[in-house]
Every structure is written in structure tokens, then in C-alpha cells.
């Protein structure tokens, strides 16, 4: 299966700044797969097509501002982006400098400072800080920034995109970018989402390097896609369970909480332990479903496995129509844009 199959053409006008305001007026397309049937919505009215017969999981992971600026002892531009922490005070970083390599240190404000200790075969980088545990944490809040993605130009304040940039119900402290689907969720809407009768449920997946990576093979079956670390607790495995098992339809808010789910029940999880591991589950056009019905999500680059994911949830011709419906009718694409409700 060819990557240009998942390809289109945006118009850069429609890629989304800046959230919706509130955040749950934002647009929402709704798909029913088996009589292919458009609606045309907004988001804040979710709740019409949600009953006491569906269960909405939700990804809690918390976004923390992982993009640290800084600059070589040589003098020269250097920034690090942290994916994931190690034990004494080292992480998995990308590093944006000229010429990095093992020894490079990397000077930041409040005197902190990182060397690079060794690179990994994902192109990220392993450094050591001179600071370590809560008084590394405490720096890193202060002097960080969100990692938006690269299409993203914001003039928002710092303090202002640490909210917009994050789900209210974040609560595991761990992605390196937002869950974007989740985005759309006011604490209003929760509670209309309560009247209906809809369960809720919590995963944990932490966003990683795969964000920020595109696809890169022509043959996207040779395509190996990153880890990320999920976790969900052994009560939250029986709840989901016995949802299926008693005929719910499981609703996925977002592509991470399908990964999440996907992982989960692709094997026979023990229900008398927590599911904590990390995953590399890539899910495009030939994949079985195993356990999840619907889906919530955002429209999401050309070419990318995120693309891939909701073709072979739709069928990728199907996915190509509905993009192009959205695209004429000047639908907001990307993290702050507007949703889709697949089901």
C-alpha cells in the first residue's frame, strides 16, 4: 500500500490557530458508516448521539512543556524536546542543534544544563541534566515551553497555550503533545455527556516521537512506528470488559485511546493486574477492529499513521471523500481544529 494513497491538498488558510472559544463550539462532522449518512454539526452537541448504551474512553495523559531553548557551550541555537524520562535525571530527547553528537552540552536559563550521551537507532538522543527529580521538574516548568506542532504559529501567551494545549481532564503527567481530540471537552458538555446515561471511562497513553514523524517509507507496511507508554488500570480493564461483553459500544475520544484500546484487548489482558507497557501498535487499511465501535477525533496531516488509523476505520476512499466534503466546507484541520464523530 502505496503512502501517497493517504495524500491531499490543504489550503493553508484552513489550518487551525487557535482553538475554538468556548472550546466546545467547534465544529463536528458526524459519519454513520453503515448508512453512509453526513451530518453537519458542532461540537457542543455531542450529546444527541450519545445513550446510556455507550461507553466514551477518554486518553488522561497530561501535555507538560517539554520544549526546552538553550544554546551550545560553543554559542550556537539548540533546543531539546523531552520524550521520555529515564532514572537519574537523563531523558530521550529530540535535539535541534547543527551537528549534535555524543559530548555536545547544552546550556539553559536557571543554570541548567544537559549533555548528550548517546543517540538512538529513532534519531532522538539519550542526555544527562545537572539537575535531577522535583528540582529538575520545577525548572523545566518554569523555563519550558508547550510543544505545539511546527504548523502552529500561536501569539498567545505562555501561560494561555498551557491551557488551550490541554484536555480539562489531563491528570498523568507524561506527552510530549495533547491528545487533540479531547481538546473539544468543556466541563458543561461533561455534564450533558452525564444526562445522557454514558459511561466514561480513563486510559493512559503518553504521546511521543511519533508525532512529530511522518511516515517515511513509500510501502507503508515497512513503515516502523514508534513506542509509546500506555497504562490502564486492572478495574478500568474489568469495567471496559463488561461494557463489551454487555453490548455498549465503545466510543474511542481520539487515535491515542484507539491505540490504547486496540493494544489492550489484542491480547487476553490478566484483569487482576494494571496493563502497563509500552506499545507500537500501527493500525492502517486491512486492520480488524477488535474492540473499538466509534471514534472522536480531529482531521490530521497527509500521510501521516494518524491519517492511516481512521481509513481503516472508514475505508481509506471513504476517508478521501469526507476530507474533501470538510475541505469545501472550510472545516478547521489539525490540533485546534474541528471533529469528527465516526461511528
Not at 87 to 100: Q, Y
Not at 185 to 209: A, D, N, P, S, Y
Amino acid at each position: 500500500m502505496k503512502l501517497s494513497l493517504f495524500n491531499y491538498n490543504l489550503p493553508e488558510a484552513l489550518i487551525a490557530q487557535n482553538p475554538a472559544s468556548p472550546r466546545d463550539h467547534s465544529r463536528l462532522l458526524v459519519y454513520d458508516r453503515k448508512k453512509e449518512k453526513i451530518i453537519h454539526d458542532n461540537f457542543f452537541n455531542l450529546p444527541k448521539y450519545l445513550s446510556s448504551d455507550d461507553i466514551l474512553v477518554f486518553n488522561d495523559s497530561k501535555v507538560f512543556p517539554a520544549r526546552l531553548k538553550g544554546k551550545k557551550k560553543t554559542g550556537g541555537k539548540a533546543e531539546i524536546l523531552l520524550l521520555k524520562e529515564f532514572s537519574g535525571g537523563d531523558w530521550e530527547c529530540l535535539v535541534g542543534a547543527k551537528k549534535p553528537k555524543i559530548g555536545t552540552i547544552i546550556l539553559f536559563k536557571n543554570k541548567l544544563s544537559a549533555e548528550i550521551i548517546s543517540k538512538n537507532e529513532n534519531k532522538s538522543w539519550n542526555v544527562k541534566f545537572n539537575f535531577s527529580g522535583n528540582e529538575l521538574k520545577k525548572i523545566i516548568y518554569k523555563i519550558g515551553e508547550m510543544p505545539l506542532p511546527p504548523y502552529i504559529d500561536s501569539k498567545s501567551k505562555k501561560s494561555n497555550l498551557q491551557k488551550q494545549y490541554q484536555t480539562i481532564y489531563a491528570k498523568k503527567t507524561g506527552s510530549a503533545a495533547a491528545p487533540t481530540a479531547g481538546l473539544h471537552f468543556t466541563e458543561r458538555l461533561m455534564k450533558k455527556i452525564k444526562k445522557t446515561g454514558c459511561q466514561t471511562e480513563f486510559v493512559t497513553l503518553h504521546v511521543g516521537l511519533g508525532t512529530f514523524n511522518p511516515v517515511n517509507t513509500e510501502n507503508i507496511e515497512d513503515y516502523q512506528i514508534h513506542k509509546e507508554w500506555v497504562s490502564v488500570d486492572k478495574n478500568t480493564i474489568k469495567k471496559l470488559l463488561l461494557a463489551k461483553k454487555s453490548g455498549k459500544r465503545i466510543v474511542a475520544v481520539g487515535t491515542t485511546s484507539v491505540r490504547t484500546l486496540e493494544s489492550l484487548f489484542s491480547e487476553k489482558p490478566d484483569v487482576n493486574k494494571n496493563f502497563e507497557k509500552n506499545v507500537d501498535i500501527f493500525i492502517y487499511p486491512g486492520y480488524k477492529f477488535k474492540f473499538v465501535d466509534a471514534m472522536i477525533t480531529n482531521f490530521h496531516l497527509p500521510k501521516s499513521s494518524l491519517l492511516m488509523l481512521v481509513s481503516a476505520f472508514t475505508g481509506r476512499e471513504q476517508i478521501s471523500k469526507l476530507y474533501k466534503k470538510a475541505i469545501k466546507l472550510k472545516y478547521r484541520f489539525f490540533s485546534f481544529g474541528d471533529a469528527m464523530f465516526l461511528q
